[in-house]
T-cell receptor, first 114, second 115 residues
């Protein structure tokens, strides 16, 4: 079965600090990868996704992620965080090209301080 | 604002009650999903509907009964729930269920409390 690991459960950063959130997935075949964000009291929103092509994916709000197949990783990065980035971040994976489920990681709570 | 609308936003019910959660999308998506999210946990898939037919049931107890009356609507009928079923129930939709890279759009959820 697929699994997604997010090792950072709670991250606290000051504004303007750089961010990297780890994500590792378990499935060895073709895989689609996603990062979703859940701002306090709001619905899950897609930040970015990878399904093929350039392994460096750029998303909304200055976020990017790099797919490294050899490491089964899809880490999320942002060069300079803002207070408004305070949210829960979920990495998710899905077997490519099938009707299989989207499996979420346990989430990372990011708190950005002023 | 999300384009997936869920009602009610909050629901409190007793263990003998029958209630329903509703989800609606007008993006022309042909796949719709129910997820369950407990506090401080990731969303967990319950059901997937593709072209109004149930395609995935993640071994969900029969006290949860999904229904897809048409391509825009998804219901979750609740009966004889247990207190441990209290959670945030998320509806999502996507253009298709099978295409690689397809994005899920989530609603804001219905927060259910079972007394």
């Amino acid at each position: 079965a697929q699994s997604v690991s997010q090792h950072n459960h709670h991250v606290i950063l000051s504004e303007a600090a750089s961010l990297e959130l780890g994500c590792n997935y378990s499935y060895g075949g073709t895989v689609n990868l996603f990062w979703y964000v859940q701002y306090p009291g709001q619905h899950l929103q897609l930040l970015l996704k990878y399904f093929s092509g350039d392994p460096l994916v750029k998303g909304i709000k200055g976020f990017e992620a790099e797919f490294i197949k050899s490491k089964f990783s899809f880490n999320l990065r942002k060069p300079s965080v803002q207070w408004s980035d305070t949210a829960e971040y979920f990495c998710a994976s899905r077997k490519g090209g099938t009707a299989s489920k989207l499996t979420f990681g346990t989430g990372t709570r990011l708190q950005v301080t002023l | 604002d999300t384009e997936v609308t869920q009602t009610p936003k909050h629901l409190v019910m007793g263990m003998t009650n029958k209630k329903s959660l509703k989800c609606e999308q007008h993006m022309g998506h042909r796949a719709m999903y129910w997820y369950k999210q407990k506090a401080k946990k990731p969303p967990e898939l319950m059901f997937v509907y593709s072209y109004e037919k149930l395609s995935i049931n993640e071994s969900v107890p029969s006290r949860f009964s999904p229904e897809c009356p048409n391509s825009s609507l998804l219901n979750l009928h609740l009966h004889a729930l247990q207190p441990e079923d209290s959670a945030l129930y998320l509806c999502a939709s996507s253009q298709w269920a099978t295409l690689a890279g397809v994005e899920l759009f989530f609603g804001e959820g219905s927060r259910l409390t079972v007394l």
